[in-house]
Structures are given as structure tokens and as C-alpha cells.
């Protein structure tokens, strides 16, 4: 690593101490109207790892139908990673297991939809997936357009082989904007410009205008263009003119009229010359617009969230490129982030997403399961509508879990609106755990359309979990994490003040209790009403389930 400019200390503890700037704008949140609920599928990766091929995704296709797990909602097959070859064509572009999958990708895709599925792909935000193969990471606008094409309708997108968006930024001493293909551009100087945080203007007499601007790390200092014209809307050519300095890799973060666009990356910068030329493209509206420049990654939850949100637009552009091009209805992709919940994905996950991973991997561990709950649960009030938390795929059916740790593990899936992806063999399944997974009733209240995550409102040996439903019902759920059996009871009435498990009645008190205290049916397990209260009597490692009406 070269080392960075020296600076005087001064500087040096004005930057150390400066607080990160609020932008006036924050990234929308993510919308590409593929689903408002969890996802439901299967996935090939818990137990199949590396070892899938043509027949073996087919066969689990018409096993997902034959079982009737199809007709409960699981429609999307996913295959996870190891689907592709180590080469990419002629053309940079993936191509499938050239001795695995010898017809292709695009060939499954269409046998799956034939079939009434959806399909999934997977790659990570690295220079290679975690098995090793080749990834995303700066081919994003390439990569999108190849699954765009085949029809993928799914996208798994990992952290393996990540490397972060720098911090350090680049001397700005003016911007040029043209009009895409014409040639010609409008240059912007420094000079006109507003700065905000430590962004400062110094003096460069050899430099055009004589001045540029330093600042701009860290997120930490910006710089604002705030007339630059444009005749009509379209697409524009932004070049960032800079001042070289440092061999090391930099970062600009671009936003215009509020909205985050395609940053720019700067390599190592050799000094034969004094000045460089940088260039992205941005969307203009006609008239005045405001082009914002800073680097906003001050740690590795900024980086993370800006690498993943470039490349959910680059799935959002390249599904609209291809119904263009072929006037077929779009394809929107469902997008998953799967980072594992290092660098907090939960408050920035819906801005890039449709789901964001919030564990590690998981396991057909029992106390693994435990402790991937233990975290997710906790995250209630990041889900929404057509953005969920992720605790990982399901492990139901597999390993030495008992009956009633399967039962709990899905029941708790159900409850915190985790995505429902079975991870077992489908084509062997037995019937007990077929039970588990297309129990109707457990599946509804994951696919509720209020889209509300379960909030665990009382904490011990026996959680409570309480889910707010669309029908103005509530599903309450006990699970024992002992491995004794236990007895709990709940005042319904706490459940009727909560303004989030019950806002239409909050504050209603006994006349709520009154009214819920005659319909109460129960899902799974042994639970009746007793003066105002349910009381549950829960086996080791299991749940009761009900829902209040």
C-alpha cells in the first residue's frame, strides 16, 4: 500500500474529528415491483452444494409440483453457487457448466417457466463467487444484462472475494456535461460551485480556473453544482475533471436532483500529467439540475450498501433494455443481498433490495438455528412490504433435527416474514416434514400482505412473538428454547396496547380484550383462553402458534 499525502496536524485533526455531513437527499427506497411478500422457492445450496446439474434442478422442479408444495406458493428454484464454468464466451459473458448444464442456462430458464417457475441465479459482489467462479464485482451493468436475457426472474448476490469502495477522494477543479453522442459539453468550474462539511477551495495556478477542491472524503465534505442546464431530458455525458495526486484508488459518489447515480472509481493516478478526465453517465431532466460530488464512504456499511445498490439498477435498467429490445413484457429480478449481516443490511438493505441476509449461514444445527433467530428477531421494525429480512434458507428436513425443532424453525421463519426457501432434497421428502411445510395456515401468516415482522414481546425460557395481520387478526407465537416443557400464559390485553402489534386499537384496552377473548383459533399446538389470557403449554424445543381474530 503506497502511503498516503502527508498533511499538516492541523488538517489532520480537523478531519479526524469532523462529523460525517447529512446529504440533503437519502437513497429512495428500492422498488421494482416484482412481490410484496416473502419470497417462497427452493434453493440448491444446503444440500447439494457444488454437486447440481441439468436433471438434478428439473427433478426437483417436478418433485416441488408432485409434492404439492408447487400449489402452497413454492414456485422459485434457485440455483445457488457452482451453476456456471470457470470460463466466461468470447464475449466476457457467463456461460453455465459446460459439462453440468450442456444445453444452458437460458434452456433450463425456459423449461422451468414451461413449467410454471421462476428461476434464480447466483453470483457475489467480488472478483470471484465464494466457490471461486467468476463474479460481478465492476462487471455489474454486463452481468445484469446477461440475466435479464436468459429470463432469470431471481438473483442471490453474496459478499465473497469483496473488495470495499476506498474512502479517499480526488481533487475536483471543475465538471463538463454533454449530451450523450453529441460531442460537445458545457464546462462548470469549481469557482460557482457550494461546498459543504470540509470541503475547501485551494489554489493550482496552473490548473484551469486556478483553483480545486479537496474535502471531499470520508464523507465528510461535498460539492454542489447547483445550475447545471440541460435543453432536454436524457441521458448525459458527466466528466469530472480532476487535479492527480496519489497512487492509490479513490472514490466519487455522483448524485443528481437527489437521486443517487453511478459513482466513479479512480485508479491509482501516475503524474505525467498535471490534470485527468473521468466520465459517467447521468439522466438530466430539462432545465435546471443539481449535481452533487463527495465521497460518502466513511466505513464498510457505506460501501457495501453503495456496491449493492449499483448493482440493483443495473438489474432495474437491464430488464427494462430487454423488453425494449424485444417488446415482450418486462421481467422484473428479484433482488437478495446476501452480505450476512456484518455491516448492518437492515438499515440500508431496503435502498438496495428486496431482501437482505441479517446472519452468517446457516446450519442444520438446532442451537445454530437458535442463535440465527436469536439476531433476526430483533429487526422487526426493518421489514416491510416487498422488503424482508433474511435469516438464510430453511433447514426443515434436514440433518438430526427432531420434529419439533422443525416445526419451530418454520413457525419462527413464518412469524418474522423471513423468506420461505426450502434447502432439502425435495425429491425424497417425507411426509412429516412435508406436513411442516405446507401447513396453509403457518404459510399465511408469512405471506400476510401487511408485511409485518413479528415483534417478540415478552423475552425468557419461553418467547412470545406477536404479528400484526391485514385482517386486523393477530398471530401469536410461544417458543420454548428449553429442553423441558413449560407453561406460559399472556395477557391478551398487553398485546391490544402495543400500537405495533395492534395500531388500529392501541390504547383500546379492556374493551379490545373483551372482543378477542371469544375468537381465538389455534394453529399449532395445545393453547386455550383463560380469563382474559392464553395460556400455552409448550414441548421442549417447540412452539404453539394461534392467531387472535
Not at 462548470?188 to 477551495?201: I, P
Not at 439522466?283 to 460518502?296: D, S, T, W
Not at 438496495?352 to 440465527?372: E, L, Q, S, V
Request: with cysteine; aromatic share 10%; charged share 25%.
Amino acid at each position: 500500500m503506497q502511503k498516503r499525502n502527508k498533511m499538516c496536524p492541523f488538517c489532520y485533526l480537523r478531519q479526524l474529528f469532523a462529523p460525517k455531513i447529512e446529504r440533503e437527499e437519502t437513497p429512495s427506497v428500492y422498488e421494482n415491483g416484482v412481490r410484496t411478500t416473502p419470497l417462497m422457492g427452493w434453493s440448491s445450496w444446503n444440500t447439494f452444494r457444488n454437486n447440481i446439474d441439468h436433471k438434478l434442478i428439473l427433478d426437483t422442479a417436478r418433485a416441488l409440483k408432485d409434492s404439492g408444495l408447487y400449489d402452497v406458493g413454492y414456485r422459485y428454484v434457485n440455483l445457488d453457487d457452482n451453476w456456471h464454468s470457470n470460463m466466461r464466451d468470447e464475449n466476457g459473458e457467463w456461460q453455465g457448466d459446460l459439462v453440468r448444464f450442456p444445453e444452458g442456462i437460458p434452456a433450463l430458464i425456459r423449461e422451468l417457466n414451461d413449467m410454471g417457475f421462476k428461476v434464480g441465479l447466483y453470483s457475489s459482489n467480488g472478483t470471484l463467487t465464494c466457490e471461486d467462479l467468476p463474479a460481478s464485482l465492476g462487471r455489474e451493468r454486463a452481468d445484469a444484462r446477461t440475466l435479464a436475457r436468459w429470463g432469470a426472474e431471481y438473483f442471490k448476490y453474496d459478499f465473497c472475494h469483496n473488495i470495499p469502495v476506498p474512502s479517499y477522494a480526488p481533487l475536483v477543479y471543475a465538471i463538463e456535461v454533454a449530451p450523450l453522442g453529441s460531442g460537445k459539453g458545457v464546462e462548470y468550474q469549481v469557482s460557482n460551485a457550494v461546498l459543504k462539511g470540509l470541503a475547501r477551495r485551494m489554489k493550482c495556478a496552473p490548473l484551469p480556473g486556478g483553483q480545486y477542491v479537496s474535502g471531499l472524503d470520508a464523507g465528510k465534505g461535498s460539492i454542489r453544482f447547483e445550475n447545471v442546464t440541460a435543453d432536454a431530458e436524457g441521458d448525459y455525458v458527466l466528466t469530472v475533471c480532476i487535479k492527480k495526486y496519489g497512487r492509490y484508488e479513490k472514490y466519487l459518489g455522483v448524485t443528481v436532483n437527489g437521486e443517487e447515480a453511478e459513482g466513479i472509481m479512480f485508479p491509482p493516478q501516475k503524474h505525467f500529467n498535471l490534470t485527468a478526465r473521468f466520465q459517467t453517465v447521468v439522466k438530466l431532466k430539462a432545465g435546471r439540475n443539481v449535481i452533487e460530488l463527495g465521497n460518502p464512504v466513511a466505513n464498510a456499511r457505506d460501501s457495501a450498501a453503495i456496491q449493492y445498490r449499483k448493482m440493483s439498477r443495473a438489474l432495474k435498467d437491464a430488464t427494462r433494455e430487454v423488453a425494449a429490445k424485444t417488446g415482450a413484457p418486462e421481467k422484473p429480478i428479484l433482488f437478495s443481498i446476501c452480505e450476512w449481516g456484518f455491516r448492518k443490511p437492515w438499515l440500508w438493505g431496503a435502498t438496495a433490495g428486496n431482501m437482505w441476509r441479517t446472519t452468517p449461514d446457516i446450519r442444520p444445527w438446532w442451537y445454530w438455528i437458535k442463535i440465527i433467530y436469536s439476531r433476526n428477531v430483533k429487526l422487526w421494525k426493518y421489514a416491510s412490504p416487498a422488503h424482508f429480512n433474511d435469516p438464510d434458507m430453511l433447514e426443515v428436513g434436514n440433518g438430526k433435527l427432531t420434529h419439533a425443532q422443525n416445526m419451530a424453525h418454520f413457525a419462527l421463519w413464518c412469524m418474522m416474514s423471513a423468506p420461505l426457501v426450502l434447502g432439502n432434497d425435495i425429491r425424497k421428502v417425507s411426509k412429516p416434514v412435508l406436513d411442516i411445510v405446507t401447513n396453509r395456515d403457518l404459510i399465511a401468516i408469512d405471506q400476510d400482505a401487511l408485511g409485518k415482522q413479528a415483534k417478540r414481546v415478552r423475552r425468557g425460557m419461553v418467547d412470545v412473538l406477536a404479528k400484526p395481520l391485514a385482517d386486523g387478526g393477530i398471530a401469536v407465537c410461544f417458543f420454548n428454547k428449553t429442553k423441558l416443557p413449560q407453561k406460559s400464559r399472556l395477557d391478551i390485553g398487553k398485546l391490544y396496547a402495543d400500537d405495533y402489534v395492534s395500531p388500529a386499537t392501541a390504547g383500546a384496552g379492556a374493551h379490545s380484550v373483551g372482543v378477542v377473548g371469544e375468537v381465538m383459533s389455534i394453529i399449532t399446538g395445545d393453547a386455550a383462553l383463560e380469563n382474559g389470557k392464553i395460556v400455552a403449554r409448550i414441548p421442549a424445543d417447540s412452539v404453539v402458534v394461534v392467531k387472535l381474530k
